[in-house]
């Protein structure tokens, strides 16, 4: 499939903001720790979490859609802790199995992790600290296999605050045996997400959004009903949406206090931001963009995620802007696609400098990742003409209904058949 957009229009509406899907990946697999029905809601409809759920029915987990939106995880008849298939591969977010499996069978084999190419994404700091907490990781045929008699509770010092390892201990320390913490933890608001879903289970976690977190093992965990909280990253691509278009668009259902970053930086290049509510917002631009200089960082800094939504939005900004990307190595896998809209963009190892032009021109370009695909969208949003973006494939893992969202708002986007 691909996308065909007709560029060059401002677009005025209201957009919702969907559930996160950062957030879902490691609640779902919280759910695995449950004997009993965990009600989720605010889940969005995305390919990743989809073919999480054929995982969680191959494993024998029961899910049941009750509404829109809204699914009922039964883990109670859960067969094994071993997850055989090419489907994980393709699902970054499954890393989280590895601490929730281990903790409910005392064994997990989990084959190679997918996702995006942006990059390294190593797994050792997750194997790291679950091998501080008793369990002892081998590979099987490309596979990772853990393995414990009993897990039990560990001080661990994460040597990079990595949101997946942070995730998996959690996991695997609430049920284990003893006190848990964890140093230098990551700070991502999806964590905290994930801390209050435990929490409300009976969990016993402190130090939320904080570098030390501190788990007291429990004996068991109990069903309940939780709220997926808002997508950050999709709230700030179509808060880019506008700005690149000249729109005049209002963002519902999110969360104002997770986007501190994005509103400086879009209010310090000229771009007019209204704070209606606590989850709402109103973004409107008249004018071309001043260019900027942005580093990505982990939590609550600017975040990596939104970096190449940024890289779009310099593509047409007065000025040159400088965008440092210190998180993942491969960011800049879209700028060629970019150039051939006539983006003016050098990049020098994890460094790119965009001279802003007076306007982009319609292309015929291929989403290389999910972010850098949402980029491409944006950019042909504001683009001169007609541009086609194919294996669109990408950006639906990460973004629910873009096209008929950015429809509502005026965008003249259709999703059509490649033909190739």
Not at 228 to 248: L, N
Not at 348 to 366: C, H
Request: aromatic share 4%.
């Amino acid at each position: 499939m691909k996308y065909v957009i007709e560029g060059n229009k401002n677009l005025k509406g209201e957009i919702r903001i969907s559930g996160s899907k950062n957030s879902t990946m490691p609640i779902l697999s919280a759910c695995l720790l449950i004997n009993g029905k965990v009600r989720l809601s605010n889940v969005p409809n995305l390919r990743d979490i989809k073919t999480f759920f054929k995982i969680f029915n191959k494993i024998g987990v029961n899910v049941i859609k009750e509404a829109d939106s809204t699914y009922i995880i039964d883990s109670s008849s859960i067969k094994t802790g071993e997850i055989t298939g090419d489907d994980i591969e393709r699902v970054r977010g499954s890393q989280t199995l590895l601490g929730a499996l281990l903790s409910r069978f005392g064994s997990v084999t989990l084959p190679s992790l997918g996702g995006c190419q942006i990059g390294a994404r190593p797994i050792d700091l997750h194997l790291k600290g679950l091998k501080a907490m008793g369990a002892e990781a081998s590979f099987i045929k490309g596979a990772i296999h853990l393995e414990t008699s009993k897990l039990i509770g560990s001080h661990i010092y994460l040597d990079y605050s990595s949101v997946g390892a942070t995730e998996n201990l959690i996991l695997a320390a609430c049920l284990a045996d003893g006190n848990t913490i964890i140093e230098n933890a990551a700070e991502e608001p999806e964590i905290v997400d994930l801390i209050n879903f435990l929490n409300k289970a009976g969990a016993k976690i402190t130090g939320l959004g904080s570098k030390t977190i501190k788990i007291v093992g429990v004996h068991e965990l109990r069903p309940i009903n939780h709220r997926i909280m808002p997508d950050r990253i999709e709230a700030g691509t179509y808060m880019v949406a506008s700005a690149i278009t000249r729109g005049d668009i209002t963002l519902q259902d999110l969360s104002v206090s997770d986007l501190t970053s994005v509103i400086f930086k879009l209010r310090e290049v000229g771009i007019d931001i209204t704070i209606l509510n606590q989850d709402k917002l109103r973004i409107k631009m008249n004018s071309k963009p001043l260019g900027f200089k942005i580093k990505t960082m982990p939590y609550p800094g600017f975040s990596t995620d939104l970096q190449s939504a940024m890289l779009s939005l310099a593509c047409i900004a007065n000025g040159v802007s400088v965008i440092n990307e210190t998180v993942f190595e491969n960011r800049f896998l879209v700028v060629p696609e970019l150039i051939k809209m006539g983006a003016k963009i050098t990049t020098n190892d994890r460094m790119a400098i965009v001279t802003g032009v007076e306007e982009l021109f319609s292309a015929n370009v291929v989403a290389p990742d999910l972010r850098g695909g949402a980029a491409l969208v944006l950019a042909a949003l504001a683009a001169k003409g007609e541009s086609e973006i194919s294996s669109i494939e990408i950006i639906e893992r990460g973004y629910e209904n873009m096209d008929k969202k950015l429809q509502e708002v005026g965008g003249e986007i259709r999703k059509v058949e490649d033909c190739k």
